[in-house]
């Protein structure tokens, strides 16, 4: 459904700033900690805590973007080479397979996020604050993969269609 897919790429790209601006802020504190030591004897206590929790949640919102973009790892070099029906199957199946993993981390969201109701260590923050990243990824993945099905039912995506060689690289990129 397009509109879902327009949906799912916006969030994508809030999703993938969120990051960067995750990797600029522990950066930048980090710099900012080490100058400070080295310069004036005074080290900040509180930045290793704030460089864990930006670093679980560059990775946990980047799950989302990731599978998103289609940069996860797929194995088709059998599954492209069968016939359209048989492919669009194996697809089919795949998706389903995303889906029940993602209902199972959903599912164990809610007892999850009911036992961390302390706060973290240094910052005064539930620990469910920095889990709690997973489960969005995880529900967007979910719809992702369901609308992919859809696609996949309507024909408006192919299944396991051959890669380019301009898909596989990212501009800029050195070999």
Request: proline share 5%.
């Amino acid at each position: 459904m397009p509109f879902i897919d327009r949906a799912l790429d916006r969030i994508a790209g809030v999703f993938m700033a969120l990051a960067a601006i995750s990797l600029g802020v522990m950066l930048t504190i980090n710099l900012v900690n080490i100058i400070t030591r080295s310069v004036f004897g005074l080290a900040f206590g509180w930045v290793y805590s704030w460089t864990l929790l930006l670093f679980m949640w560059m990775l946990l919102v980047g799950f989302f973007v990731y599978v998103r973009r289609r940069r996860d790892v797929v194995v088709d070099i059998f599954v492209s080479r069968l016939p359209n029906g048989p492919r669009i199957a194996v697809a089919i199946a795949t998706n389903i397979v995303g889906i029940l993993v993602m209902l199972a981390i959903l599912r164990a969201a809610p007892g999850l996020l009911a036992l961390q109701t302390a706060d973290m260590e240094a910052i005064a923050l539930p620990i469910y604050v920095r889990s709690g990243p997973i489960f969005i990824s995880a529900a967007l993945i979910l719809i992702h993969f369901a609308n992919d099905i859809v696609g996949l039912l309507s024909g408006s995506i192919r299944a396991f269609p051959p890669m380019k060689h301009a898909d596989t690289e990212q501009e800029g990129a050195i070999e």
